[in-house]
């Protein structure tokens, strides 16, 4: 059975090979945002055969093909996600580098208006907030307990 990824890449007409199939696997399993190493060290321990060159390759040609989109939360390193329908944002903690994900309707009916107002439909837009955990809330799981107008998602 495909992952949700390697349906994405049937679907663009992309050729899946054993390989592929692996990477497209872990994508889909991810619950981070893994940059190339991580995907390739992920990927290697299902098939050894699978070099950093070709995950590498593999990201680029499913970046290519609208499946991933590239994020950069800081760190020196691109980190990716499966490209998904529906609007969602990110939080990065600029000690941990972890990222939450989270929703806000409010916020994209806003961006909407704002783009219409303005004479334009919007296409697309990102909303990436850097922060720092407040004193008061460092003992908080923020996956745990996300705030109440978000969608609750949240990948570590």
Same mark, same amino acid.
């Given at each position: ?35 190339? *190493? *991580? ?55 600029? *000690? ?61």
């Amino acid at each position: 059975m495909e992952s949700r990824i390697g349906r994405m890449c049937i679907e663009r007409g992309l050729k899946m090979t054993g390989q592929r199939r692996v990477i497209a696997r872990v994508l889909s399993e991810a619950q981070d945002h893994p940059d190339v *190493e *991580e995907l390739y060290r992920r990927a290697a321990q299902l098939d050894s055969r699978i070099s950093v060159a070709t995950v590498y390759r593999t990201v680029r040609l499913l970046e290519e093909k609208g499946i991933l989109e590239r994020r950069d939360f800081g760190g020196g390193r691109a980190r990716y996600e499966a490209t998904e329908e529906g609007d969602h944002y990110h939080l990065i903690d600029v *000690e941990t580098g972890k990222v939450i994900e989270f929703e806000d309707k409010e916020h994209a009916e806003l961006i909407r208006r704002i783009a219409r107002d303005l004479g334009f439909d919007l296409v697309s837009h990102r909303l990436e907030l850097f922060a720092r955990r407040r004193p008061a809330d460092a003992g908080k799981d923020t996956a745990a307990t996300p705030p109440a107008r978000t969608g609750g998602r949240s990948k570590r």
